[in-house]
């Protein structure tokens, strides 16, 4: 069985860092296009980064491209999402996903194209 387990979310200050994780198992990581998405209360989910089976190609969204930055390491079956400088508007539960039969290559902005996500972690960006 397939679980993807985020945590690092909590109640963070406007500018300060905050940095995700997911665990996966149940499968083989490496295999998995990943991805973190997020949603807001009352917005439907959104892209916010995806990285590539062995790490070597990221895609971000245009809203924190340069804020956030999404790496993983294979050998702990594990990606995080480091996010910096955090906003307001950054506030939103976000989740991990895991693509196993994606085309490298191809985007990695399509929910849909994810076969396994997590239960979230909520993050809050506020005074």
């Known amino acids: 069985q397939v679980q993807l387990v985020e945590s690092g979310g909590m109640l963070v200050r406007p500018g300060t860092s905050l940095r995700l994780t997911c665990a996966a198992s149940g499968v083989t990581f490496s295999k998995c296009r990943m991805g973190w998405f997020r949603q807001a209360p009352g917005k439907e989910r959104e892209f916010v980064a995806g990285?590539?089976?062995?790490?070597?190609?990221?895609d971000y969204s245009s809203s924190v491209t340069g804020r956030f930055t999404i790496s993983r390491d294979n050998a702990k079956n594990s990606v995080d999402l480091q996010m910096n400088n955090l906003k307001p508007e950054d506030t939103a539960v976000y989740y991990c996903?895991?693509?196993?039969?994606?085309?490298?290559?191809?985007?990695?902005?399509?929910?849909?194209?994810?076969?396994?996500w997590g239960q979230g972690t909520q993050v809050t960006v506020s005074t």
């Open positions: 990285i590539s089976r062995n790490g070597g190609t990221t």
């Open positions: 996903a895991a693509d196993l039969f994606g085309y490298s290559g191809t985007s990695y902005a399509r929910a849909g194209d994810y076969e396994y």
